[in-house]
T-cell receptor, first 114, second 115 residues
Framework: KNQVEQSPQSLIILEGKNCTLQCNYTVSPFSNLRWYKQDTGRGPVSLTIMTFSENTKSNGRYTATLDADTKQSSLHITASQLSDSASYICVVSLLTGGGNKLTFGTGTQLKVEL | NAGVMQNPRHLVRRRGQEARLRCSPMKGHSHVYWYRQLPEEGLKFMVYLQKENIIDESGMPKERFSAEFPKEGPSILRIQQVVRGDSAAYFC?????????????FGPGTRLLVL
């Protein structure tokens, strides 16, 4: 069964601090790995997309890493802001004849406090 | 360029009624995906459509659920004879093309509550 597991389930940090979120997956065959940010009551918004040949990708204060050998990814958030409070979802994509089929993790709920 | 639009944002139905969820993709996007998010769970793929065609419906329950994406107008996810277990957030996403790194843009979702 294809699975995407994330840790921690939830996290509270102080504004300005850094944090790292983890993702392990067993999805196969693997096409790419994505990180999404989902604010409460909103749809997910794409942060990064990495293929198996990419080790790291940055988007502003967000940096994602990928180790396709160990099937692990991380999302590092630098100098956190209150607006970073959201659910961060790791998503692994299978490329099939029917398009990209996304398998979603359950997310890490991040809360940034003053 | 407006984003993906979904309506209604909230829908309340009694058991046995029908629910119709609408999704207007971003302008120029011809690929539409529907996902369901149950409470405390991750999003689950339901169906992938292109204009007038269902490409992959492997995530769709075999009964009561149907989807369409007509030549004109929004994509519709239809749930007949709703049950309490259908209560969830339903998200639509659209993309301009298909490929390994195509980005899916998500709508705000429709939250369905079945009483």
């Amino acid at each position: 069964k294809n699975q995407v597991e994330q840790s921690p389930q939830s996290l509270i940090i102080l504004e300005g601090k850094n944090c790292t979120l983890q993702c392990n997956y067993t999805v196969s065959p693997f096409s790419n790995l994505r990180w999404y940010k989902q604010d409460t009551g909103r749809g997910p918004v794409s942060l990064t997309i990495m293929t198996f040949s990419e080790n790291t990708k940055s988007n502003g204060r967000y940096t994602a890493t990928l180790d396709a050998d160990t099937k692990q990814s991380s999302l590092h958030i630098t100098a956190s802001q209150l607006s970073d409070s959201a659910s961060y979802i790791c998503v692994v994509s299978l490329l099939t004849g029917g398009g990209n089929k996304l398998t979603f993790g359950t997310g890490t709920q991040l809360k940034v406090e003053l | 360029n407006a984003g993906v639009m979904q309506n209604p944002r909230h829908l309340v139905r009694r058991r046995g009624q029908e629910a119709r969820l609408r999704c207007s993709p971003m302008k120029g996007h011809s690929h539409v995906y529907w996902y369901r998010q149950l409470p405390e769970e991750g999003l689950k793929f339901m169906v992938y459509l292109q204009k007038e065609n269902i490409i992959d419906e492997s995530g769709m329950p075999k009964e009561r659920f149907s989807a369409e994406f007509p030549k004109e107008g929004p994509s519709i996810l239809r749930i007949q004879q709703v049950v309490r277990g259908d209560s969830a957030a339903y998200f639509c996403a659209s993309s301009p093309e298909q490929g390994p790194q195509e980005t899916q843009y998500f709508g705000p979702g429709t939250r369905l509550l079945v009483l």
